[in-house]
T-cell receptor, first 113, second 114 residues
């Protein structure tokens, strides 16, 4: 079965650079969630989209922005990168805003030097 | 406020022994509960979930969990662990009105020794 696809899988950036992470949900899934997992920490919710509209917002820095496109894929844009942004970024998808289960992608590991 | 607490950061256990990973939640609204497993350098894989109905839920790889509303717990159990079960286990909750964002516990590192 098709799963959530994230690209790139690994990314190395310098401080103050920008990064764009992409997420392709499971086919027919219309809801996308972004989570950030710092080293040795639990995943923290950043933001979610349902039917291309932002549905909820968590602890996402103002330097980050995200959107969901007409084909339901989502992109997380990160600017003015800081060392503390180094983390594993997960995307998850579900069918419907009220869906019970989120399916996670493999994550994008971002390293900021 | 809603929260999920995993009571043990690390659980060492010998192969073929039983194991219980503890999870408690705090919520004044209805909740869905999940256990995810994360192997080194990999993503999150759903082990099992409680949505409603039977309080004992069975998942993949021989794991099961029991939802206890009075104790606000959702402990994960396996009667006999294998070396391959060594991983990080996360308990997570989705709370009514939160548009299904997941709130994770801090994780429990299960280390199975031969």
């Amino acid at each position: 079965a098709a799963g959530v696809i994230q690209s790139p899988r690994h990314l190395i950036k310098e401080k103050r650079e920008t990064a764009t992470l992409k997420c392709y949900p499971i086919p027919r899934h219309d809801t996308v969630y972004w989570y950030q997992q710092g080293p040795g920490q639990d995943p923290q919710f950043l933001i979610s989209f349902y039917e291309k509209m932002q549905s909820d917002k968590g602890s996402i820095p103002d330097r980050f922005s995200a959107q969901q496109f007409s084909d339901y894929h989502s992109e997380l844009n990160m600017s003015s990168l800081e060392l503390g942004d180094s983390a594993l970024y997960f995307c998850a998808s579900s069918l419907g805003q009220g869906a019970e289960t989120q399916y996670f992608g493999p994550g994008t590991r971002l390293l900021v030097l | 406020a809603q929260s999920v607490t995993q009571l043990d950061s690390q659980v060492p256990v010998f192969e073929e022994a039983p194991v219980e990973l503890r999870c408690n939640y705090s919520s004044s609204v209805s909740v869905y509960l999940f256990w995810y497993v994360q192997y080194p350098n990999q993503g999150l894989q759903l082990l099992l979930k409680y949505l409603s109905g039977s309080t004992l839920v069975k998942g993949i790889n021989g794991f099961e969990a029991e939802f206890n509303k009075s104790q606000t717990s959702f402990h994960l159990r396996k009667p006999s662990v294998h070396i391959s079960d060594t991983a990080e286990y996360f308990c997570a909750g989705s709370f009514s009105g939160g548009y299904n964002k997941l709130i994770f516990g801090a994780g429990t590192r299960l280390a199975v020794h031969p």
